[in-house]
């Protein structure tokens, strides 16, 4: 934020804004001198700079224009600048009476962008739009209003608005990599949204075959899959939501994995300018070989929470879970899934974000339940079209009855990681290169393992309504 305010001061500010030279005569120099003169007499002090340097642009040379342009800006505290500081100082509802005390001293298009911002960051986004779009009439400004109408655009939903707003904000110097990654996202928060993943992917160990086991279990192999998604947002963002999912994956050798599933939801989401919650229930089915392997319900409850540099979070998820193949029918039961985090925002597209994860696995057998809890740690870098991520994690998985097959309660220690690099290929397109690592350490050596998951996709994802 604190970069975007000094361009808007670059072009508003007439005692720190760039000096354009104008091929005029020394004669209109002098009468913009007098002009200056007589508004600051008047006491209009924004009114007197802007004629002083009018007077400098036609005369760069004239000791007696730059004198008195210094002495404007030496004088009394503007109340515009004092607004600035107090938008940048994070404390936009301070910014307001300072910006409307500095109306009418010949800068009110740059007043009606900050204060325009001030509206959009307290969340009074129809108050904010209308001094937005009359900074837009100003062609020095007009790229950074555009900005903050896209991200009100965005925050309500329209994404095709945010998307042509996104992209006028992006010719302006220094906003370049932020309204492209915005005119991206923008492609995610339309009416009605469709999206689809084509993924090839190469996995060492399939069935999570314990080290040192018998060559005939499943081990590695390929495949191909393609994920298709619907979502539906009747009023935009905030509000309710629906989503429909298809799944479909096929193996290279193990014909007898292949996969179909598919997934309705149904679900609600409340957005803030720096908080939002979504509630969820979804449904969803999957069948292996041909065959009806399991029913999953699903009640979701996230959100988020930025303060200043730190963005909290906070997600838990109950899974109603119903195994069909009759040998599996023991891990039908709820798991339950919680994870709390917090991220930093150090600037320059970097998020830190460190947390802890846990799960309750409470199946129909005792020994096939388990509690699992550990640290997570994810790093993400977004630059330009590229966003490169690592997450790293640790959970300690401890059974909750001895297996019988092992004669001792099973307690494992797993260890994984994930790094990825996407890219965006314009507006709706994007391609992603991922290697899953995941190893087991178990009290029961029999059952260590290791995998790696090494994935490429396509994805495109546009908003058609």
């Not at 990681?417 to 507006?427: E, H, N, Q, R």
Request: contains cysteine.
């Amino acid at each position: 934020m604190t970069g975007l305010l000094w361009l808007v001061l670059a072009a508003a500010d007439p005692c720190t804004a760039p000096m354009v030279p104008v091929p005029r005569s020394a004669r209109e120099a002098e009468i913009y001198l007098k002009v200056g003169d007589a508004e600051r007499d008047r006491g209009d002090v924004g009114a007197a700079r802007e004629a002083y340097r009018e007077a400098l642009a036609r005369a760069p040379g004239s000791v007696e224009a730059l004198g008195r342009l210094q002495t404007v800006c030496a004088s009394t505290p503007d109340p515009f600048q004092a607004g600035v500081d107090a938008l940048e100082s994070g404390h936009p509802e301070d910014a307001l009476p300072l910006l409307e005390a500095s109306r009418g001293r010949g800068n009110d298009r740059a007043v009606d962008l900050l204060e325009g911002i001030s509206r959009y960051q307290l969340g009074e986004d129809t108050r904010a739009v209308p001094l937005l779009d009359s900074a837009r009439a100003d062609p020095s400004l007009a790229e950074s209003a555009s900005f903050f109408l896209g991200l009100i655009a965005l925050r309500r939903g329209d994404a095709d608005r945010a998307t042509r707003l996104f992209d006028q904000a992006g010719r302006a110097s220094g906003l370049g990599d932020a309204a492209r990654q915005l005119s991206r996202m923008a492609q995610t928060e339309g009416h009605l949204v469709l999206s689809a993943v084509a993924e090839v992917l190469y996995d060492t160990n399939v069935a999570l075959r314990p080290d040192g086991a018998a060559t005939t279990l499943p081990g590695p192999d390929g495949s191909v899959g393609l994920s298709l998604m619907a979502l539906v947002r009747p009023w935009g963002t905030p509000g309710p939501y629906a989503r429909v999912e298809a799944q479909l994956s096929k193996q290279f050798t193990l014909t007898e994995l292949d996969l179909v599933g598919g997934a309705g939801a149904l679900g609600f989401k409340l957005l803030g300018p720096t908080a939002s919650l979504t509630a969820e229930y979804a449904y969803g089915v999957q069948a292996i070989n041909g065959r009806g392997y399991l029913a999953d319900q699903r009640v979701f409850v996230g959100g988020s929470l930025l303060t200043g540099s730190f963005l909290w979070g906070a997600a838990y998820a109950a899974h109603f879970e119903s195994y069909r193949w009759s040998g599996l029918g023991d891990l039908s039961g709820l798991r339950q899934v919680l994870e709390l985090d917090a991220g930093f925002l150090p600037g320059g597209g970097v998020r830190l974000t460190g947390g802890w994860a846990g799960t309750w696995d409470a199946a129909k057998v005792d020994g096939l339940s388990y509690l699992e809890h550990g640290p997570i740690l994810e790093l993400l870098w977004a630059h330009g079209a590229f966003t490169l991520g690592v997450r790293g994690s640790i959970a300690w998985r401890r059974y909750q009855a001895e297996d019988p097959a092992y004669g001792a309660v099973r307690d494992d220690t797993r260890y994984a990681g994930t790094t990825w690099l996407d890219v965006a290929l314009g507006i709706q397109w994007a391609v992603r290169g991922a290697v899953r690592f995941l190893r087991v350490d178990s009290n029961i050596p029999d059952l260590n393992a290791t995998e790696w998951v090494f994935s490429t996709s396509v994805v495109w994802t546009a908003a058609v309504l």
